[in-house]
């Protein structure tokens, strides 16, 4: 079986690389993609060698993470797993790729690919609130508006039943999606921002103004946690840290992906396809490398891309 896999060699230096794929392993699995994802935030600042987070001097890299597909093939000892069963998994841009049985979360043939796909980020939002763990009573601030932002609401409305929840995204269009999603109040601008008003704060802008106006808006003893990734600025400490001894955390990848996609693929069935409209542009495989470009140039400034392969309907 051949793979192609879009690999990033360089700085703005994509390129589909073949290789031929090894046998399977007893406790694997082979996966035919039907559609991934660009998550802009993280993905676009290692195109751009832009984030300034990551040591961006070791190539080459394999590019994406969110992956659905068709499992085709199995191994000896694979039990937990179907030929023909749809999953999701991590393995990025790749038309086909052997996963472990255990690294594949089965997706329900009654949800749509773009809605599969998400439950990696909403599982990777839920995290960070999980670690903040607010009350229905408490208020909360998101800062930014992209695809995790939004996930972020909805968790927070959907699982953790909180009350008020207010964002702060210059974005019209965005602000209005998050109240649809449940937000109170949309802020468009910092100084709207109240302050030492909420018991928590999201920051998922990767700005640095937007990490400050968190510092001021909370509470004394207050917490915020830091979602956002493909960070554009470097965050700073502002005086309102030390005088309000507030707590910061961070948060990474998911809490159990697989848990937590039962509880988001039940939740999708009930509201309907609302999340799906996260995804503001649909491409083929084949306009990857073009797309990135355009995402670069400012050409186009989709909250996220889905990416559709070949031979689905």
């Given amino acids: 079986m051949e793979q192609s896999s879009l690999v990033l060699y360089g700085e703005e230096e994509l390129n589909w690389n073949k290789e031929t794929l090894p046998a399977l392993k007893s406790d694997q699995v082979l996966i035919k993609t039907i559609a991934g ?12 060698e832009s984030d300034i987070a990551v ?12 992956s659905y597909g068709e499992v085709v093939e199995i191994g000896s000892k694979v039990s937990m797993l179907n030929i023909g069963d749809r999953v999701v998994a991590f393995y990025g841009h790749k038309d086909y790729e052997i996963v472990k049985e255990n690294e594949a979360i089965v997706v329900p043939k009654d949800i749509h690919y773009s809605e599969g796909l998400l439950t990696i980020l909403s599982c990777d939002a839920a995290k960070g609130v999980l670690k903040l763990n ?14 995790m932002g939004l996930l972020t609401v909805y968790f ?8 008020h929840i207010d964002v702060l995204e210059p974005n019209t269009s965005r602000g209005d999606f998050a109240k649809k999603l449940g937000a109170n109040n949309v802020f468009n601008d910092i100084a709207q921002c ?10 998922c802008s990767a700005y640095n ?5 968190l510092q001021k808006s909370l509470q004394k003893n207050a917490k915020v946690c830091i979602l956002s990734d493909g960070n554009k600025d470097r965050f700073e400490l502002q005086p309102e840290f030390y005088e309000k001894e507030l707590t910061i955390v961070g948060s990474s990848d998911g809490w159990d992906y697989r848990k937590h996609s039962k509880w988001f693929f039940e939740k999708v069935k009930q509201n309907g396809s609302q999340l799906s409209a996260i995804f503001e542009m649909k491409i083929k495989k084949q306009e990857l490398i073009p797309c990135f470009k355009d995402l670069s ?3 186009i400034n989709p909250l996220k891309v889905l990416i559709e392969y070949e031979g689905e309907e």
């Fill in 37 to 48: 994802a660009i998550s802009i935030g993280s993905e676009l600042s290692q195109y751009m």
């Fill in 55 to 66: 040591d961006s001097s070791h190539y080459p890299k394999e590019t994406g993470y969110e």
């Fill in 134 to 147: 607010p009350k229905e009573t408490d208020k909360v601030l998101i800062a930014g508006m992209g695809t």
């Fill in 156 to 163: 927070l409305k959907e699982y953790m039943k909180v009350h």
């Fill in 194 to 203: 109240p302050n030492d008003y909420y018991r928590y704060g999201l920051e």
């Fill in 209 to 213: 103004e937007a990490f400050k106006t």
């Fill in 297 to 299: 140039q400012g050409k």
